[in-house]
């Protein structure tokens, strides 16, 4: 069954440096998504993504935060000058379209820990 | 703003029991998710629904949307059900999914 794929599993990095973080959504699915889970707290929106541009982003997704589809497969999520607080975990999400009806399939996430 | 509210935060079980979780919503929405995440962090989506009530083998999510409330069941739990469960709307306008805090649900032999 096809899955979304989420890399590196763990990323730890120091404050101020900057990170990636790849997806590669389902091969068919058009819409893509990021969204984090600080520790303890419930699931937050951060932006989604259609027709190589970003449909919808939340307050959190702010000036330090980019998100590019640089080949046919890859959905990056990059995190310019990373704080402390931008430790969490960040789920990727591929739809087939954005419409209602159609679920959203969300990868393993990948834990970023900032020190 | 759209409220997502869960109930219980916590609930534990004997094996074999029927297990009810509640969500409840505050605005208009196109569909309601319920998802799965287990102790490794990762989600699995259970069931997507804008009406009525879907089944999958032992799990059950009706949603009435005039009251703006859905519920998962799940009949004879099992403690491989231990995990938690949360409910995500789809705003009428937008693709974001607003998720609630979640259940905590834990199945004892």
């Known amino acids: 069954e096809p899955e979304v794929t989420q890399t590196p599993s763990h990323q730890v990095t120091q404050m101020g440096q900057e990170v990636i973080l790849r997806c590669v959504p389902i091969?068919?699915?058009?819409?893509f998504y990021w969204y984090r889970q600080i520790l303890g707290q419930k699931v937050e929106f951060l932006v989604s993504?259609?027709?190589?541009?970003?449909?919808?982003k939340s307050e959190i997704f702010d000036d330090q935060f980019s998100v590019e589809r640089p080949d046919g497969s890859n959905f990056t999520l990059k995190i310019r000058s990373t704080k402390l607080e931008d430790s969490a975990m960040y789920f990727c999400a591929s739809s087939l379209l954005g419409l209602a009806g159609l679920e959203q399939f969300f990868g393993p996430g990948t834990r970023l820990t900032v020190l | 703003k759209n409220e997502v509210e869960q109930s219980p935060q916590n609930l534990t079980a004997q094996e074999g029991e029927f297990i009810t979780i509640n969500c409840s919503y505050s605005v208009g929405i196109s569909a309601l998710h319920w998802l799965q995440q287990h102790p490794g962090g990762g989600i699995v989506s259970l069931f997507m629904l804008s009406s009525g009530k879907k089944k999958h083998g032992r799990l059950i999510a009706t949603i009435n949307i005039q009251e703006k409330h859905s519920s998962l069941h799940i009949t004879a739990s099992h403690p491989r059900d231990s995990a938690v469960y949360i409910c995500a709307v789809k705003e009428t306008s937008g693709s974001r999914l607003t998720f609630g805090e979640g259940t905590q649900l834990t199945v004892n032999p």
């Open positions: 993504f259609y027709n190589n541009e970003i449909s919808e």
């Open positions: 091969s068919n699915h058009l819409y």
